[in-house]
């Protein structure tokens, strides 16, 4: 299952610290909460998405509900929270695990929806 998380932050001038803190602090924390098996991030090149992504791969959804997820900092990002914007989430099923993107490598999102069915989300890797 992944659990992909992506929102904007409008204070440019700490912007530097903020991608310190998610990198160095959040992302470990979240790692630690036991059915996150994943974790990467991302930060958007061109189009009109979120400024920034973050992908994990989940055991199953319930993780989301569990202390463990609440007490490090799931859906919270602390002091900087005033700073976030276009925040959302969504969880998919399909995927056991995110396959990892390397630094020389370019994650492309595509969203197709139809008349009867929601949006969803597709990813490829680009070399």
């Known amino acids: ?29 979240l790692i630690a909460v036991p059915g996150f ?3 990467q991030r991302f930060i958007r090149l061109s189009g009109p998405a979120a400024q920034y992504l973050a992908i994990h791969s989940l055991t199953g959804a319930d993780v989301l509900h569990s202390d463990s997820y609440r007490l490090n900092g799931g859906g919270n990002f602390g002091a900087w929270q ?12 399909g995927a056991a695990t995110m396959p ?3 630094s020389d490598e370019a994650l492309r999102l595509k969203r197709t929806s139809s008349l009867r069915r929601p949006l969803h989300r597709h990813w490829l890797s680009d070399a």
């Open 1 to 29: 299952m992944l659990y992909m998380v992506e929102c904007d932050y409008t204070y440019p001038q700490s912007e530097k610290a903020w991608n310190s803190f998610y990198s160095e602090q959040k992302l470990p924390a």
């Open 37 to 39: 098996l994943t974790s």
């Open 82 to 93: 005033d700073h976030i914007a276009r925040w959302s989430r969504h969880v998919f099923e």
């Open 100 to 102: 990892d993107v390397r």
